[in-house]
């Protein structure tokens, strides 16, 4: 499956719930502060899908039941597709801001082929089509009202289970969800663990130690590569507030999680210099010419197509001294 990675979006309301989904108020995988079927060839709303909402209804809360293990035979459906798809349409979006369904899906059928092989991608446009239904629908889904009520969260994630089952065959579900699903019932298991009161100190902390074990060893690296990366930036924003040079730095990252790690994280302080620098040029310019032609150009010439997305944003943040 070959994938070309692309970031940035355009700012309507539907490419953003393609982008990031719910996200928004999914991003949390656990309370942390808290201690081969066939493919349908046609876009939501065909003859198949009757049948996958009533999958949907009679499967009720079978995301919280953890699937049995095994490789997926069909070329398609295999780990890492979910990243193809949002890949693709990444790309699409990337072609104009639009938030209607029918030119994204016009975008990408014109792509298709520079992110799929040829014995997929017929399979995986539709499928993409279908999964642009899907991301609209979705919108449909309200958030939880209060992220720490494991209820309400159990409640959404029901809802949006059932609306991926309405749209995707079973073994589409295992290929797009099935990692997610796995992170779902984790950290709602975090959550009904931390809010029993019953529990000791040492039951709770055993708890939480069975719920990790009983992630698929992939998600338990990832999760552990999380929170280092957490870790990582916590230093970081210690040693800025430390103002420390270039050389404690690298000794104190170094000593915590060697040297290869250590000179990755001083080539992303050395990318956000220059960033920052960039930021002061295009923000002086702003202020001394005003908006205009002019300024656009050295938009265009100071970022990335990418990083122009963010421009404003974090010019924002420094107004509000962030």
Same mark, same amino acid.
């Given at each position: +499956?070959?994938?070309?990675?692309?970031?940035?979006?355009?700012?309507?309301?539907?490419?953003?719930?393609?982008?990031?989904?719910? =996200?928004?108020?999914?991003? +949390?995988?656990?309370?942390?502060?808290?201690?081969?079927?066939?493919?349908?060839? @046609?876009?939501?709303?065909?003859?198949?899908?009757?049948?996958?909402?009533?999958?949907?209804?009679?499967?009720?809360?079978?995301?919280?039941?953890?699937?049995?293990?095994?490789?997926?035979?069909?070329?398609?459906?295999?780990?890492?597709?979910?990243?193809?798809?949002?890949?693709?349409?990444?790309?699409?979006?990337?072609?104009?801001?639009?938030?209607?369904?029918?030119?994204?899906?016009?975008?990408?059928?014109?792509?298709?082929?520079?992110?799929?092989?040829?014995?997929?991608?017929?399979?995986?446009?539709?499928?993409?089509?279908?999964?642009?239904?899907?991301?609209?629908?979705?919108? =449909?889904?309200?958030?939880?009202?209060? +992220?720490?009520?494991?209820?309400?969260?159990?409640?959404?994630?029901?809802?949006?289970? @059932?609306?991926?089952?309405?749209?995707?065959?079973?073994?589409?579900?295992?290929?797009?969800?099935?990692?997610?699903?796995?992170?779902?019932?984790?950290?709602?298991?975090? +959550?009904?663990?931390?809010?029993?009161?019953?529990?000791?100190? @040492?039951?709770?902390?055993?708890?939480?130690?069975? !719920?990790?074990?009983?992630? /698929?060893?992939?998600?338990?690296?990832?999760?552990?590569? =999380?929170?280092?990366?957490?870790?990582?930036?916590?230093?970081?924003?210690?040693?800025?507030?430390?103002?420390?040079?270039?050389?404690?730095?690298?000794?104190?990252?170094?000593?915590?999680?060697?040297?290869?790690?250590?000179?990755?994280?001083?080539?992303?302080?050395?990318?956000?210099? &220059?960033?920052?620098?960039?930021?002061? &040029?295009?923000? &002086?310019?702003?202020? !001394?010419?005003?908006?205009?032609?002019?300024?656009?150009?050295?938009?265009?010439?100071?970022?990335? /197509?990418?990083?122009?997305?963010?421009?404003?944003?974090?010019?924002?943040?420094?107004?509000?001294?962030?």
């Amino acid at each position: +499956m070959a994938v070309t990675r692309r970031r940035g979006a355009a700012p309507a309301l539907l490419a953003a719930l393609l982008v990031l989904g719910v =996200s928004a108020w999914f991003a +949390m995988r656990s309370p942390e502060a808290d201690g081969g079927a066939g493919t349908h060839l @046609s876009v939501a709303g065909n003859d198949g899908a009757t049948g996958r909402a009533g999958r949907a209804e009679a499967a009720g809360t079978a995301f919280l039941a953890p699937r049995p293990p095994g490789p997926l035979a069909d070329p398609l459906l295999v780990p890492g597709l979910r990243h193809a798809i949002d890949a693709l349409l990444n790309d699409a979006l990337e072609a104009g801001a639009t938030d209607d369904p029918q030119e994204i899906k016009r975008r990408l059928r014109a792509l298709a082929d520079r992110h799929f092989a040829a014995d997929v991608r017929e399979r995986a446009l539709a499928l993409a089509l279908r999964y642009v239904d899907y991301r609209a629908a979705l919108g =449909s889904v309200p958030p939880p009202a209060d +992220m720490s009520d494991a209820k309400a969260v159990r409640t959404a994630m029901q809802a949006r289970d @059932s609306l991926r089952q309405q749209f995707f065959e079973p073994a589409e579900y295992e290929a797009l969800f099935a990692e997610e699903a796995a992170l779902d019932r984790h950290t709602l298991a975090r +959550m009904d663990i931390a809010g029993d009161r019953t529990l000791t100190a @040492s039951q709770r902390a055993d708890a939480m130690r069975a !719920a990790e074990a009983a992630l /698929p060893e992939p998600l338990r690296a990832a999760r552990q590569a =999380s929170v280092a990366h957490l870790a990582a930036a916590d230093q970081t924003a210690d040693l800025n507030a430390r103002h420390a040079d270039d050389a404690t730095r690298y000794a104190e990252r170094s000593a915590r999680y060697g040297e290869a790690a250590a000179q990755a994280l001083a080539r992303r302080d050395e990318e956000e210099r &220059q960033w920052q620098r960039r930021l002061d &040029q295009y923000q &002086q310019a702003r202020a !001394a010419t005003g908006e205009g032609p002019a300024l656009q150009q050295l938009r265009q010439r100071l970022f990335t /197509p990418a990083e122009q997305l963010r421009v404003d944003a974090a010019l924002a943040l420094r107004g509000a001294g962030g």
